[in-house]
Every structure is written in C-alpha cells, then in structure tokens.
Nanobody
Framework: EVQLVESGGGLVQPGGSLRLSCAAS????????MMWVRQAPGKGLEWVSR????????MYADSVKGRFIISRDNAKNTLYLQMNSLSPEDTAVYYC??????????RGQGTQVTVSS
C-alpha cells in the first residue's frame, strides 16, 4: 500500500514562504510522476503542480505559477513544494498524490497551510 506523509505546513503571514515535504514509501517512487493538490475550506480538491518521474518536467496551475516550485529527490524518496509570496487564497490543506494514469494510487493525510496576518 502506497504511503505518503506530508510535513512542513503551518501559519505564515502574507508574502511569506513555506516548504512542504512529502515522504514516500511502499512503492517505487522514482518510477512515478508526482503531484501536489490542495483543498481550501469549503472547496473541492484543486490540482497545484506536477513533476515527472525524473524531475525535469514540471507543470503548475495558473494560480501558483511563478510562486511555487515543485521538486523531488529520488534518492530520498521525497517530494517538495517551495511556496513563495503566499497569499490568503493559498490557505488550504496540501496533499501529495501519486497516480497511475487516471487512477489515484495514493494521497497523503495532508498538511495545513494557513496564510494570515
């Protein structure tokens, strides 16, 4: 069973930064594209960013493009999301997720990010 454990969330002021991590286990991390999704209060899941298995292709939602950076360390089985210039609209629970095609293989328990002054 896929295991994904997010960390690094917290309370940050507008304009601040956070770095999220996702520790992956129980599957061949280096073989899969990975993504970050988020869920704001009262809203559905929103795709945030995706990275291919070797880390040289990255995609971002328009809402975070230019502010967030996705990366991975396959030697450490870890996915990252560097979040800069945070705004209250970024407040959400952030999840890392792995898919096989259209099927969700696994999603972590999430880490809360709150942007507030």
């Amino acid at each position: 069973e896929v295991q994904l454990v997010e960390s690094g969330g917290g309370l940050v002021q507008p304009g601040g930064s956070l770095r999220l991590s996702c520790a992956a286990s129980r599957f061949i991390f280096s073989a899969y594209d990975m993504m970050w999704v988020r869920q704001a209060p009262g809203k559905g899941l929103e795709w945030v960013s995706r990275i291919n298995s070797v880390g040289n292709r990255k995609m971002y939602a328009d809402s975070v493009k230019g502010r967030f950076i996705i990366s991975r360390d396959n030697a450490k089985n870890t996915l990252y999301l560097q979040m800069n210039s945070l705004s209250p609209e970024d407040t959400a629970v952030y999840y890392c997720q792995v898919n096989a095609g259209a099927n969700v293989l696994g999603r972590g328990q999430g880490t809360q990010v709150t942007v507030s002054s």
